[in-house]
């Protein structure tokens, strides 16, 4: 929208101005606006745990023994005691092979790469009716019990912050990070771009009563 | 004014004298409204059978709403589409997700017209529910590998400089369900999961260079407010290029589901990474690898193996009439009409088949067309009342073709969920109802 000289140019006006009224003088080449981070904010908010390699990981320990009692208590009801999933709850465990599969069961165990994002995701968004209340403790301790379920770790694993990162997750070498797309090359043909008798129709919506209706108030419809 | 005090005009006027069978000589406001929405009702069951009927309420007649005083000003302080559209609304696959919460719903694209989509029927993905966030305890934490970190307030976000841009955004799993075969007979369900705004806000890179950025920072983590904290990474270059952090869209404060008070845009990319209830951006250098971006937000390939960092929508179009919910009414012209996108840039190009892609003509594109922003397009079209299969094909600033389902199938299997921006093939049959289908 602005190029660089109207940038400045902009950002010198503002200065001016912030200079007329505000109390706290900006730095040099800054707007000023807002205020520091102070030590006890950052303590607050700065909570996510890198996954490949674990760093922000907090103090703190836990046991499968331990992970298992948290479980049954805070996840069980919608995972499943042993992680399979209740309804259409996520499954955790299992699924081990089963990637190359027609109905494949990406799970934890058969799909993640890495072992310190399950604390992660854990610590900031279970469980879901009450996110990031659990104690470091106890997410460390089904971080333990979810990796144990998927035969990850022995029974008396204990997760903490230098444990986690060295866990080797089945599926890590399976990734790849680098975006392959453009990945399919069709050509923009205008006329004749097939043999009418080869368009077929493969499948079809019809009468296959998935879909909700349309109009008039929301549907409510289940799986059959 | 205020002494000259007259009689409403309306107390003596026989309002609904014509009205069938009503002797009624004055009818309240409510009870006419009524009687509009049951006219409007029938005139609109009536209008798919042409004139053959006269409606009490069409020529010759003058309808009640012609004969008294309509509401006043400020009798809606907030305006809201007319009660005739109630059925107009984002809907949800109720079978596709254990809860609401963490959940999709879906703009009604067949009845949109033009490219900006109303704030009110804005698709909805949420990972923890909508928070209603309060924009005066709101704060934006930027730190890491910065200078100065800093919290900055609302009211301080609101005073850096402003831009306004129209992008899309879209669900990477937009699509998602018809991998396998088609399964869905509708448009809203099949394609809804994108929207489209002018979005509102200060350019993500006044933010960070306010911050100051370490030398070693290569990537950006974004985090929202909500339950989730939903968190992505993204590198420093997409960043400084063309990201936002918006407080508005359409002119409007953010509408809650949409991230109030404040949410990041990240345009051409999966809309995940467009984190709303913008709370914490963390400057480091090298990726986090979320959960949001191992676990979910990846695609498995027939080997096995899985693609993370897909960001980019790849370019996509659809038509958005005729389509399920809105069939033909018999032979004769018609407009047909779509919407195209890409993240790559611009549309190009939208060619429309009308026999299942042998043969193709390019269509109209309507202005404005903006990079990564939905474009309008339109073709006449004389249907003789035969079968046909109707499909579009955008071809976007890079030359990008969008592929067939067969053609992306080739590549990735049938397991891979996202990004599924293949052409849409809608049969008609003679009777002008249209089905989704998958065409060899």
């Known amino acids: 929208m602005f190029n660089s000289r109207e940038r400045s140019l902009l950002l010198c006006l503002s200065l001016l101005a912030a200079a007329g009224t505000a109390a706290d003088a900006a730095e040099p080449g800054h707007y000023g606006y807002g205020v520091k981070a102070t030590p006890e904010q950052l303590a607050g908010w700065d909570i996510d745990a890198r996954g490949d390699d674990g760093v922000g990981l907090p103090a703190g320990q836990g046991t499968v023994q331990k992970g298992s009692e948290v479980f049954a208590d805070q996840c ?53 009716p009450a996110p ?14 979810i990796l144990n379920l998927n035969d990850i770790v022995p029974n008396e694993f204990v997760a903490d912050r230098n444990s986690l990162p060295k866990v080797k997750m089945p599926n890590h070498d399976s990734f790849t990070w680098t975006d392959p797309r453009p990945d399919t090359m069709a050509k923009p043909c205008m006329s004749a771009c097939a043999d009418p008798a080869d368009i077929k129709i493969m499948s079809t919506a019809e009468g296959r009563n998935l879909t909700p209706r349309t109009t008039g108030p929301l549907d409510t419809m289940q799986p059959k | 004014m205020r002494g000259n005090v007259r009689p409403p005009p309306w107390r003596n006027m026989p309002v609904v004298s014509r009205l069938a069978g009503t002797r009624s000589p004055l009818l309240g406001r409510r ?14 069951l009536g209008a798919t059978r042409g004139n053959a009927e006269p409606a009490p309420s069409s020529p010759p007649a003058d309808a009640p709403w012609s004969q008294s005083i309509g509401a006043g000003v400020v009798d809606r302080p907030y305006g809201k589409p007319a009660d005739t559209e109630a059925g107009v609304i984002r809907r949800n696959v109720p079978w596709l997700t254990a809860g609401t919460e963490s959940s999709v719903s879906f703009s009604p694209l067949q009845d949109l017209h033009g490219s900006i989509t109303p704030n009110g029927l804005f698709f909805e993905r949420h990972h923890a529910g909508r928070p209603d966030v309060d924009p005066a305890q709101h704060r934006l934490m930027i730190h890491g590998l910065v200078e100065r970190p800093l919290v900055l307030s609302m009211k301080d976000i609101m005073r850096f400089p402003s831009v306004s841009r129209i992008h899309f955004i879209e669900c990477p799993a937009n699509g998602g369900m018809e991998w396998r075969a088609a399964q869905l007979n509708s448009l809203q369900f099949n394609h809804g999961m994108i929207s489209c705004a002018e979005w509102t806000g200060v350019r993500l890179s006044t933010l960070l260079e306010e911050v100051g950025i370490k030398k070693e920072v290569q990537w950006v983590l974004v985090e929202g407010a909500d339950g989730a904290h939903m968190n992505r990474s993204l590198p420093l270059a997409k960043c400084l290029d063309d990201c936002l952090v918006v407080y508005a869209q359409n002119g409007e404060a953010l509408r809650p589901e949409q991230g109030y008070p404040l949410r990041l845009l990240v345009p051409g990319w999966e809309g995940n990474v467009s984190i709303k209830w913008l709370r914490r951006i963390k400057l480091g250098d090298r990726p986090w690898y979320s959960r949001e971006e191992t676990s979910k937000y990846t695609d498995l390939m027939p080997d096995g193996t899985s693609r993370g960092f897909t960001w980019l929508i790849d370019a996509k179009s659809v038509i958005t009439f005729p389509c399920p919910e809105k069939p033909l009414d018999g032979a004769g012209l018609y407009e047909i009409r779509g919407l195209a996108w890409s993240g790559n840039g611009r549309v190009k190009q939208v060619d429309v088949s009308v026999d299942g892609g042998v043969n193709w003509q390019s269509a109209q594109l309507h202005e404005p067309v903006l990079t990564k922003a939905l474009t309008k397009f339109t073709l006449p079209w004389r249907w003789d009342g035969r079968p046909a299969l109707l499909e579009s ?27 599924n921006n293949s052409i849409q093939t809608w049969q008609i049959k003679p009777d002008g109802s249209v089905f989704d289908v998958q065409l060899a």
């Open chain 1, 76 to 128: 069980a009801a919608c995972h499943g005691t042993f992680g399979e999933g209740e309804g259409r709850f996520p499954k955790l465990a299992g699924g081990m092979g089963t990637l190359r599969d027609d109905r494949p069961e990406p799970t934890v165990g058969s799909y993640w790469p890495f072992a310190p994002t399950l604390w992660d995701y854990i610590n900031r968004a279970m469980p879901m």
């Open chain 1, 132 to 145: 990031h209340t659990l104690s470091a403790d106890d997410v460390y301790a089904l971080t333990a019990y």
């Open chain 2, 31 to 44: 009870s006419f409204l009524g009687l509009g929405a049951a006219l409007t009702g029938s005139f609109a």
């Open chain 2, 393 to 419: 094909r955008v071809i976007d600033q890079t030359g990008y073709v969008q592929p067939t389902i067969s053609q992306l199938r080739q590549q990735r299997g049938s397991n891979s969920v996202y990004h």
